[in-house]
């Protein structure tokens, strides 16, 4: 809150300088605050954290973006340094590029809008040298490249009412589980439903069945059977697939390219 409230103005974020904000932030700034309003999200299911999330993810597409794929260290805004870096490797920290990436891969399997999963496919495609040449360097990015070839679990738990119980141990199983490229969200039906349905159109139609907290497991939104089981919800989420023969194909092509 200090942050959004004295640092992001809605269109710009800036970097502190002991108490007052200060210069222009640059893509890492934006991109690991994007990333951690969306665990704040996962967190608590505030739609608030979720809206900034996208709206520090459209900056950062306005200002960082190269036209050739992926993201420079500095902004639009900057005074133009002689040569504008594209960072890739991991340090201390993972890489920029690496957390955008990885966000904007998670901002599409909750809003369903593939704008996101193309910029990440762009700074995947315009980053792969790294990801041949020396894959160690950026395991981060690895990550998101996995995460682009998965085919993420989109887990949807609805209560009856805020103090719905059962609701807490369905979602114990859904953050016990390691699910890394999962989208997870959870909505109270009534009014918070209607607002989490306008920035994630994967609640739409859930309900929690017979007034008990519902469990939903669903893949590119096609959806198991709902439950309100922890156990079988467990049994869900353990299933995995392996990559299909065609998506090795388009990787082994894209690697021949």
Not at 32 to 51: N, Q
Not at 131 to 145: K, Q, S
């Amino acid at each position: 809150e200090c942050i959004l409230d004295t640092m992001w103005d809605g269109a710009r974020l800036r970097r502190s300088d002991g108490s007052a904000p200060g210069t222009e932030a640059f893509l890492d700034d934006y991109a690991f605050l994007a990333a951690g309003l969306l665990d704040l999200y996962e967190a608590t299911f505030d739609t608030r954290w979720l809206g900034d999330a996208l709206r520090l993810q459209q900056r950062l597409a306005a200002a960082f973006a190269d036209e050739a794929g992926g993201f420079f260290l500095t902004g639009a805004d900057h005074d133009a340094p002689l040569v504008r870096t594209k960072p890739a490797d991991d340090g201390a920290l993972p890489s920029g590029n690496a957390i955008a990436a990885d966000t904007a891969l998670r901002l599409a399997e909750l809003t369903g809008d593939a704008r996101h999963r193309q910029r990440a496919a762009e700074t995947l495609r315009a980053l792969q040298s790294i990801l041949t040449r020396a894959p160690t360097n950026a395991p981060r990015l690895l990550g998101a490249l996995e995460f682009f070839l998965d085919r993420p679990p989109e887990i949807v738990i609805v209560r009856a009412t805020a103090t719905d119980e059962r609701a807490d141990r369905l979602l114990a199983v859904a953050r016990r589980a390691y699910l890394p490229n999962r989208a997870l969200t959870a909505t109270v039906e009534g009014a918070d439903l209607g607002r989490q349905q306008e920035l994630i159109p994967l609640v739409e139609g859930k309900r929690a069945q017979d007034g008990v907290a519902t469990a939903y497991v669903c893949e590119a939104r096609v959806c198991a059977l709902p439950t309100s089981d922890p156990t079988v919800l467990e049994r869900q989420l353990a299933k995995v697939h392996p990559l299909p023969a065609d998506d090795a194909e388009e990787v082994a092509g894209a690697e021949r390219d």
